[in-house]
């Protein structure tokens, strides 16, 4: 039934789509295999000034037009400003400035971001313009967010079921979780009504395949599975999680093009960089619960075996144990979930990672990246922000992926192409880049 529900939502690639592909990204490899060592390292280099260059256009573009109407425009902002950020980079303060007046604009009277000024308010807008006024950092910028009305506007959307809807009348998925939970944890708004029941209705949505799909029956997806996973861990409940399913499935995505597809029998694509590369390096974290979930144990374990210290990664692993991963059970809570955010990059340790990470960086530089600035799906597809955004959301994660804490430099070896392709690291809960997740942690954590 599930099997019949999964193959009836995915149009299967065909064996031409498959080979086309492997034959355009082959010969990349095959070319670059004869080239002499330093044209090598010139393909491999990251062309910071040309992906400036197109983000800043992109910038201005977006800046001139903040005035007409569209419905994705907190998107851009977050695509562009995490992609310069990530870059290391800023732009000049008017431009900062508009966008900060732009997203107060968008932002509702009873609370949340919609997607243009007059709009109705949404979940992943909000998750957008939150990302970005948190990465233009400042207080301006900061201070702007009304987290009294967003609170209102979070709760307004949560649904019997567990789930959020992501506007009024809109849909229940778990995108829409994601995105509410990720904006209450980094804004210090989440509480126990907030959490109600997420932890079964993303439970209901992971497959037979062991990745999570976007609504219960539908097809495990990397972008699915990304929201569920680090909705889980924000919520303390991950290890109701069949964790070494989901390893499994997420693991056997990375393609022998190097990159990773978004589902089973569907085409590599460099977004799917941070999506699955982003639950790999979340999965990365939790070994202890993983070996203990292969082991079978009903042991109770404390949030000392992860972490070594005191932290709250999984407050519910004792329920779980005890009451079945599967079961519908009511959710326990107590005031550490507001902490997993910050324990979750404070309680790092170096880990071997579960995939190929330098593979992944082979896949971006090589087949996403434009020479002329921007990254794509592959080669052959037109570059876009959001391309930009993930595939170097999800080349940072490759660099710092063996690191002993997460902003501690790479050693040479781990970086792909000269050092100075390093990118800024992020928080890999929230995606964005992780000092300027410190600076909003501190204001809005500061009152508690
Ligand atoms: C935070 C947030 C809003 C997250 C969104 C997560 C995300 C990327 C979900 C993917 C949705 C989806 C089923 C795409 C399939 O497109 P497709 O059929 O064109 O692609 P495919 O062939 O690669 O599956
Ligand atoms: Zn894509």
């Not at 990246?369 to 993930?390: A, F, I, N, S, V």
């Not at 040479?412 to 000269?418: A, C, F, I, Q």
């Amino acid at each position: 039934m599930a099997a019949a529900a999964a193959a009836a939502a995915s149009p299967t690639v065909t064996q031409r789509d498959q080979w086309m592909v492997e034959s355009q990204v082959f010969q990349i490899y095959q070319l670059f295999a004869t080239i002499p060592h330093n044209a090598q390292t010139l393909m491999l280099e990251l062309q910071r000034d040309n992906h400036m260059e197109f983000l800043s256009k992109g910038l201005r573009h977006l800046s001139s037009s903040f005035c007409v109407l569209d419905s994705n425009r907190p998107w851009l902002c977050y695509w562009i400003f995490h992609s310069i950020a990530l870059l290391g980079e800023s732009v000049d303060d008017e431009l900062e400035d508009d966008a900060i007046d732009f997203l107060n604009r968008c932002q509702d009277p009873n609370g949340g971001y919609a997607g243009g000024p007059g709009q109705m308010p949404h979940i992943a807008t909000t998750y957008a313009a939150v990302n970005t006024l948190i990465t233009l950092g400042g207080q301006k910028s900061l201070a702007s967010i009304n987290r009294d009305k967003l609170y209102g506007f979070l709760r307004r959307m949560k649904q019997p079921n567990g789930g959020f809807r992501m506007h009024d009348e809109g849909e229940i998925d778990v995108r829409a979780c994601y995105t509410a939970i990720s904006v209450a944890s980094v804004l210090n708004i989440l509480d126990d009504d907030l959490m109600q029941n997420v932890g079964d209705y993303i439970l209901s949505c992971q497959t037979y395949e062991g990745g999570i799909a976007g609504e219960p029956g539908s097809e495990a997806h990397g972008g699915y599975t990304f929201c569920g996973l680090a909705t889980m861990i924000l919520i303390g409940k991950v290890n109701r999680l069949d964790l070494p399913r989901l390893v499994d499935w997420v693991v056997h995505r990375q393609g022998k093009e190097c990159g990773f597809q978004g589902r089973t029998n569907k085409l590599v694509d460099g977004c799917y960089s941070f999506w699955q590369g982003g639950a790999v390096a979340l999965l990365q974290r939790l070994y202890p619960i993983i070996d203990n979930q292969i082991e079978g144990t009903s042991q109770i374990f404390t949030v000392t075996d992860v972490s070594g210290e005191k932290g709250s990664l999984d407050e519910t692993s004792s329920h779980a144990a005890s009451h079945g991963r599967h079961e519908g059970t009511r959710e326990s809570c107590s005031s550490d979930f507001k902490s997993i955010g910050y324990n979750f990059i404070n309680e790092w340790r170096a880990q071997k990672p579960l995939f190929h990470t330098i593979a992944l960086q082979q896949y971006i530089l090589l087949c996403a990246q434009e020479q002329e600035g921007g990254l794509r799906d592959k080669p052959g597809k037109r570059r876009d922000h959001y391309h930009t955004c993930y595939c170097l959301s999800g080349l940072s994660l490759c660099q710092y992926s063996w690191s002993k804490h997460p902003d501690s430099p790479p050693l040479p070896n781990l970086v792909l192409g000269p050092y100075s392709n390093l990118l800024e690291p992020i928080h890999p809960l929230y995606n964005v880049v992780l000092e300027r997740y410190r600076e909003a942690h501190e204001l809005f954590f500061a009152e508690s």
